[in-house]
C-alpha cells in the first residue's frame, strides 16, 4: 500500500462498481462476509458514520419514533435530525469505580419498547468507546419479541467474535467464537451491525462494514440509502485496504489474536504491582449488580482515581516523557486503545511507564478510590435528558449564541459533546440545566476536548421569540 497511487483508481473496465458490485468488489465483500459470518456484508469507505446513517435511515420513515442508548455516537443523532425522527433515551447507569458508562440491560430496553410500542427500531452501541459490552443476545430478544429492529454500533468491536481465545471453545459455528471471552453482536442476534475496520484492526482510516442478518430488514432500502450517504466515487485505495485487512485476518488472525492475548496477560500480571494506579477488569465489577455482559480487554481504562493525578496529567505524563500516545484521557483516567498489532515491546513500555508513575504518585488519600460519587457527576454521563423540540426541530430553528453562564434554562440548537468520544453532553432541543453546565465549565477547565462551546464559552441556543 505504500505507493497508493497504483491502486488510487476510478470505475473503469474490470474493476467492478461499489455501488453495483458484481465483479472483484462483490468478491471482496463475499471475502468479509465469510470472515464475520453474517448473512450479507457492505463496505463502507466513509467510515462507520455512513453505516450508522444508512441503518437507521433505512428502517425508519421520516417522523417515526426510535429508541437509542443515550451514550451512542453523535452520528446516530445525526440520522435522526435527516429522518426527522423522535428519539427516546435508554439511559445507561454509571460504573462508579471508574466513571464511565454502563451496559444496557434487556429488561430496560424492554420498558422502553412497551412506553413506546411504535418505534420501528432500537440503537445500541456495543462495545462502548471504553470497552463496556451490554447484552446484546438478550436485548435482540427482547426486541425481536416485540417484532422490532436491533441495530448495533460496534464500531470499535469490530475484532470481537472472530476467533475464539487461545484454549477456549468456541461458541457458534465457524469463527464466531470469543475474544478475550467477548461474543461479537453478529453471533448474538443483531439485525444490522455496523465496524470501524480501522479502530481495532490493519485497515486505513475511514474503512468499515455494515452486516445484516434475517429478513427484518428491507435490503433494497439499505442499499438505497447507502449509495445515497456514501461517495459515488468510492476510493479504491480505502477498498483495497479493506480486503488486505480481511486477506491477513484469514491468514494471520489467529495467531495475532493469541499474541494479544499472551500480551494482555503479561501486562496484566506486570501492572498487579500497581498501588494506586488502577487497570479496569471485569473481574473489579463483576459481582457489584452492574448492566455490562463483558469488558473488551482491548480497551485499557487506566484510573488514577483518588491519587493526586488527574487523566489529563497521565495523558501528559505518558506522551511526553515515554512517547506513549494514549487514545483519549478523561477526567479520572486514560484509555489505551490495544489491537492485535501491537508490539510485544509496546505492551511492555507502557506497562513499564505505569509502574514507574505509580511509583512516584503522592497519594491524595489513605485509601485506594474515593468515596464513590453519585451518580451523574461524572463528564461522561450525561443525565436524563429533559427534551423541549424533536432534534430536527431545534436544529433547523433559529439560534443565537449567549454565555455559559446565560445559558441555564435555554435549548440547545447544537451540540455539546466530548470528542473523543462523541457522546452528546446536550443535544439540540434539550433543555441546558444548571447541574449540565457546571459540568461543562468543569471539563472545559480540566482541559478535556469540549465540542460545541466556543473559545469565548458561548453556545448555541435556540432564539427566543
Request: charged share 25%; proline share 4%.
Given at each position: 500500500m505504500a505507493d497508493f497511487y497504483k491502486v488510487d483508481i476510478t470505475e473503469i473496465d474490470g474493476f467492478d462498481n461499489l455501488h453495483q458490485a458484481r465483479g472483484i468488489l462483490l468478491e471482496a465483500q463475499l471475502r468479509a462476509n465469510r470472515l464475520y459470518g453474517a448473512d450479507e456484508t457492505y463496505f463502507l469507505v466513509n467510515g462507520s458514520?455512513?453505516?450508522?446513517?444508512?441503518?437507521?435511515?433505512?428502517?425508519?420513515?421520516?417522523?417515526?419514533?426510535?429508541?437509542?442508548?443515550?451514550?451512542?455516537?453523535?452520528?446516530?443523532?445525526?440520522?435522526?435530525?435527516?429522518?426527522?425522527?423522535?428519539?427516546?433515551?435508554?439511559?445507561?447507569?454509571?460504573?462508579?469505580?471508574?466513571?464511565?458508562?454502563?451496559?444496557?440491560?434487556?429488561?430496560?430496553?424492554?420498558?422502553?419498547?412497551?412506553?413506546?410500542?411504535?418505534?420501528?427500531?432500537v440503537v445500541i452501541t456495543s462495545p462502548t468507546y471504553e470497552g463496556i459490552v451490554s447484552d446484546i443476545a438478550g436485548i435482540a430478544d427482547t426486541v425481536h419479541g416485540r417484532d422490532k429492529i436491533l441495530i448495533v454500533d460496534e464500531a470499535h468491536g469490530a475484532h470481537l467474535g472472530l476467533f475464539p481465545e487461545t484454549g477456549a471453545e468456541t461458541s457458534g459455528e465457524g469463527r464466531q467464537g470469543h475474544f478475550a471471552g467477548v461474543s461479537g453482536a453478529l453471533a448474538s442476534g443483531?439485525?444490522?451491525?455496523?465496524?470501524?475496520?480501522?479502530?481495532?484492526?490493519?485497515?486505513?482510516?475511514?474503512?468499515?462494514?455494515?452486516?445484516?442478518?434475517?429478513?427484518?430488514?428491507?435490503?433494497?432500502?439499505?442499499?438505497?440509502?447507502?449509495?445515497?450517504?456514501?461517495?459515488?466515487?468510492?476510493?479504491?485505495?480505502?477498498?483495497?485496504?479493506?480486503?488486505?485487512?480481511?486477506?491477513?485476518?484469514?491468514?494471520?488472525?489467529?495467531?495475532?489474536?493469541?499474541?494479544?492475548?499472551?500480551?494482555?496477560?503479561?501486562f496484566c500480571k506486570k501492572t498487579e504491582s500497581c498501588r494506586h494506579i488502577r487497570i479496569a477488569k471485569m473481574t473489579d465489577v463483576s459481582d457489584k449488580g452492574y448492566a455490562l455482559r463483558n469488558w473488551d480487554a482491548g480497551k485499557l481504562v487506566i484510573s488514577v482515581r483518588g491519587t493526586g493525578l488527574s487523566g489529563p496529567g497521565l495523558y501528559d505524563?505518558?506522551?511526553?516523557?515515554?512517547?506513549?500516545?494514549?487514545?483519549?484521557?478523561?477526567?479520572?483516567?486514560?484509555?489505551?486503545?490495544?489491537?492485535?498489532?501491537?508490539?510485544?515491546?509496546?505492551?511492555?513500555?507502557?506497562?513499564?511507564?505505569?509502574?514507574?508513575?505509580?511509583?512516584?504518585?503522592?497519594?491524595?488519600?489513605?485509601?485506594r478510590t474515593k468515596p464513590v460519587q453519585e451518580e451523574g457527576t461524572d463528564a461522561f454521563s450525561?443525565?436524563?435528558?429533559?427534551?423541549?423540540?424533536?432534534?430536527?426541530?431545534?436544529?433547523?430553528?433559529?439560534?443565537?449564541?449567549v454565555t455559559l453562564g446565560e445559558a441555564a434554562g435555554r435549548t440547545a440548537a447544537d451540540f455539546i459533546n466530548l470528542y473523543p468520544p462523541g457522546i452528546p453532553l446536550a443535544a439540540p432541543g434539550e433543555m441546558l440545566g444548571e447541574a449540565l453546565i457546571q459540568r461543562i465549565i468543569k471539563s472545559r477547565k480540566t482541559g478535556l476536548p469540549v465540542q460545541g462551546v466556543s473559545e469565548d464559552g458561548k453556545v448555541a441556543v435556540v432564539a427566543a421569540r
Open positions: 458514520t455512513c453505516g450508522i446513517l444508512a441503518a437507521i435511515m433505512a428502517v425508519t420513515k421520516p417522523g417515526d419514533k426510535l429508541l437509542a442508548a443515550r451514550n451512542c455516537h453523535k452520528s446516530v443523532y445525526h440520522a435522526a435530525i435527516l429522518q426527522e425522527l423522535t428519539v427516546h433515551y435508554c439511559q445507561p447507569g454509571l460504573i462508579r469505580e471508574y466513571d464511565i458508562c454502563d451496559g444496557i440491560l434487556p429488561a430496560a430496553v424492554g420498558r422502553l419498547l412497551d412506553e413506546h410500542p411504535d418505534a420501528k427500531a443483531a439485525d444490522l451491525v455496523i465496524h470501524s475496520l480501522h479502530k481495532t484492526l490493519p485497515s486505513m482510516t475511514q474503512t468499515a462494514l455494515l452486516h445484516v442478518n434475517g429478513g427484518r430488514v428491507d435490503r433494497g432500502r439499505l442499499r438505497r440509502y447507502l449509495t445515497m450517504v456514501q461517495s459515488s466515487s468510492p476510493s479504491y485505495v480505502l477498498m483495497a485496504s479493506m480486503d488486505s485487512c480481511v486477506r491477513f485476518l484469514e491468514k494471520h488472525g489467529e495467531e495475532r489474536f493469541a499474541a494479544f492475548q499472551a500480551y494482555y496477560k503479561s505524563i505518558l506522551r511526553e516523557k515515554y512517547h506513549l500516545q494514549m487514545e483519549m484521557a478523561a477526567e479520572s483516567f486514560v484509555l489505551a486503545m490495544m489491537t492485535l498489532m501491537d508490539t510485544e515491546e509496546g505492551w511492555q513500555r507502557l506497562a513499564d511507564a505505569l509502574c514507574e508513575i505509580d511509583d512516584r504518585i503522592e497519594r491524595g488519600t489513605g485509601s450525561p443525565g436524563k435528558p429533559e427534551a423541549v423540540m424533536t432534534l430536527a426541530q431545534a436544529f433547523h430553528s433559529g439560534r443565537e449564541e
